[in-house]
């Protein structure tokens, strides 16, 4: 059974940094890209970052593209998101995000449709 732990989430100023964490079991991590998406109060959940496979190919929403940075240990079984320069309009509640099936070396999703498990959530929250 596929399992999703997201952690690291809280309360940080503006301009500050977070560092998000997602702990993978159940599977081959390595044979899965993964996924951040967030939904703020009030809002649908939207994409913020992929990843392929390896790691070595990576993909941004542009709200936040250049202040945040998606990575992940496949020794570890954790894909990670490096949050700096945040933005009150960063709040969030935090998913990482796995799809169904293994995917393609190189492949990433952005859609929501294309994952099929997803972890608790992490609350981001960001005061101005």
């Known amino acids: 059974q596929v399992q999703l732990v997201e952690s690291g989430g809280g309360l940080v100023q503006a301009g500050g940094s977070l560092r998000l964490s997602c702990a993978a079991s159940?599977?081959?991590?390595?044979?899965?890209?993964m996924g951040w998406f967030r939904q703020a109060p009030g809002k649908e959940r939207e994409f913020v970052a992929g990843?392929?496979?390896?790691?070595?190919?990576?993909y941004y929403a542009d709200s936040v593209k250049g202040r945040f940075t998606i990575s992940r240990d496949n020794a570890k079984n954790t894909v990670y998101l490096q949050m700096n320069s945040l933005k009150p309009e960063d709040t969030a509640v935090y998913y990482c995000?796995?799809?169904?099936?293994?995917?393609?070396?190189?492949?990433?999703?952005?859609?929501?449709?294309?994952?099929?498990?997803w972890g608790q959530g992490t609350r981001v929250t960001v005061s101005s």
């Open positions: 995000a796995e799809p169904p099936q293994n995917t393609g070396w190189n492949q990433i999703f952005t859609a929501e449709y294309k994952y099929d498990y």
């Open positions: 159940g599977r081959t991590f390595s044979s899965y890209a």
């Open positions: 990843i392929n496979r390896s790691g070595g190919r990576t």
